[in-house]
């Protein structure tokens, strides 16, 4: 069987390692990246059975993020480069992104449970490794609170225990509490956070951090936020009372650009792959 074509349109660094990773297994062509990034545009001859679109959705007017390029690059530039049973693959709000291509199917790698998993570790450690640069102090020994036991804070528990951290976990319920216990990590419920803590990460995507709780905490604790916008502190609050907040968003695609484009390459294929089999059937 030949192999089928894959364009990757738009987006930053970890795309390019995204195609490396797929050229392995597909023909893949390049739209939206300057010549240093872009080894294999599209042949004017050829079509492509599949297209990877950056995490960032099109803005409204169409136009595709591509900060590897000077010139710009549009959803419609993309669907004459496709087969008519194309599958697009986008990163978040993938309904918008089907309003520019009605007749494809548009499927949300970001929203995969595959790619949330493989992304915890990498966003743990970039959470972490982000603290090492923005403290004076070793994290050995350090008390360290963490909001959140799902995929991401159990990943930083662990990378934590290695630093030798003194680590409690904030959870809501005993589904929380009993991660963290199997992690040998200590834990309290989310509503009895104190302020005994020189670092912490929030992973929870809402308001837990309010103007009241940020009191409790003295002025050099560091407070890294992983959940996505609009995030779990009151950020308002936090600059009144000289909090050092840092919204820390897209980790992967910043501290491990190649893991990151990897993964994307890896949960793109297992879909392919399920989806032929079940035609297959």
Avoid: W
């Amino acid at each position: 069987m030949s192999r089928k074509n894959i364009l990757i349109a738009g987006g930053d660094i970890r795309q390019t390692y995204c195609g490396e990773k797929l050229s392995g297994q597909y023909r893949v062509y390049y739209a939206g990246f300057d010549s240093a990034h872009s080894p294999e545009p599209l042949p004017d001859t050829e079509k492509c059975s599949y297209a990877v679109l950056p995490v960032p959705p099109p803005d409204n007017s169409g136009k595709i993020y591509t900060p590897l390029s000077d010139k710009p690059l549009y959803t419609a530039d993309i669907g004459n480069m496709l087969s008519a049973d194309a599958v697009i693959f986008a990163g978040t709000a993938p309904e918008k992104t089907a309003g520019f291509f009605p007749s494809h199917k548009v499927i949300s790698y970001t929203q995969q449970e595959e790619l949330a998993l493989r992304n915890a570790v990498s966003t743990a450690e970039g959470a972490v490794m982000l603290a090492l640069e923005q403290l004076p102090v070793t994290l050995n020994g350090m008390s360290v609170l963490i909001v959140g036991m799902g995929r991401i804070g159990t990943a930083l528990g662990n990378i934590l225990k290695g630093f030798g951290s003194d680590i409690t976990a904030a959870a809501r319920n005993g589904r929380g509490f009993a991660k963290a216990e199997l992690s040998g990590l200590k834990h309290i419920h989310t509503d009895n956070i104190t302020g005994d803590f020189r670092l912490v990460f929030n992973t929870a995507p809402q308001l837990i951090f309010t103007e009241e709780l940020l009191e409790k905490f003295p002025e050099n604790t560091l407070f890294i936020d992983l959940a996505s916008k609009p995030g779990g502190f009151d950020l308002t609050a936090a600059e009144k009372l000289g909090r050092k907040v840092i919204h820390a968003l897209g980790l992967p695609g910043k501290k491990a650009p190649v893991t990151a484009g990897y993964a994307v390459a890896d949960t793109i294929m297992e879909i392919i792959n399920e989806r032929e089999n079940a035609y297959d059937r």
